[in-house]
């Protein structure tokens, strides 16, 4: 199993650009989820997903979208990148009935300029 | 949201040192995991620990749930115990501390 892999795994992007952040876990879990890692900082959740097709917000949303389609990719959306959404963005994912027991990919960091 | 504190923020070991890492929480802790993440950027899922005390090698956590803190304690540390660790409320939603840089020197 190749777990959770994420690309890029790095990107500069001017201000006002768009992209899109992929993900892909082939354990077959129910949950996926992205993060953002300001340097020195913790990880805060932006987005959840406990299924295909169903996906919720998390502590800080604004400016990203999110799409589950299928059970295997969880892609992150950044419409209009601002300087301020320069980090590092963490995906990972969990099974069903061990939501805890989260896997992580590598991370892409990102560069707003 | 739920407040998470860690101490100490840094700190730097001789191998074979053992250390204790402190999580506070502003609320009644329902669920708790603690994390690591290597020099590298990569993170790993070390316990999930909402209440007792729980063991994984050199390693092991406890969790006073009613007294809202958890411990990580590492034994006889290695180099490759080096970088940082993270508690989180996990819930509905997941709350990270900023973590304990430990850096373990030969």
């Known amino acids: 199993n190749a777990g959770v892999t994420q690309t890029p795994k790095f990107r500069i992007l001017k201000i006002g650009q768009s992209m899109t952040l992929q993900c892909t876990q082939d354990?077959?879990?129910?949950?996926m989820y992205w993060y953002r890692q300001d340097p020195g900082m913790g990880l805060k959740l932006i987005y959840y997903?406990?299924?295909?097709?169903?996906?919720d917000k998390g502590e800080v949303p604004n400016g990203y979208n999110v799409s589950r389609s299928t059970t295997e990719d969880f892609p992150l959306r950044l419409e209009l990148a601002a300087p301020s959404q320069t980090s590092v963005y963490f995906c990972?994912?969990?099974?069903?009935?061990?939501?805890?027991?989260?896997?992580f990919g590598p991370g892409t960091r990102l560069t707003v300029t | 949201g739920i407040q998470v504190e860690q101490s100490p923020p840094d700190l730097i070991l001789q191998e074979g040192a053992n250390s204790t890492l402190r999580c506070n929480f502003s609320?009644?802790?329902?669920?708790l995991q603690w994390f690591h993440q290597n020099p590298w950027g990569q993170l790993i899922n070390l316990f999930y620990?909402?209440?007792g005390t729980k063991q994984n090698g050199r390693l092991s956590a406890t969790t006073v749930a009613t007294e809202r803190y958890s411990l990580l304690y590492i034994s006889s540390s290695q180099t490759t115990d080096s970088g940082v660790y993270f508690c989180?409320?996990?819930?509905?939603?997941?709350?990270f501390g900023t973590g304990t840089s430990l850096t373990v020197i030969p």
């Open positions: 990972a994912s969990s099974p069903l009935g061990s939501m805890y027991e989260q896997y």
């Open positions: 354990m077959n879990h129910n949950y």
């Open positions: 997903s406990v299924g295909a097709g169903i996906t």
């Open positions: 609320d009644s802790v329902n669920n």
């Open positions: 620990i909402p209440s």
């Open positions: 989180a409320y996990t819930g509905n939603q997941f709350y």
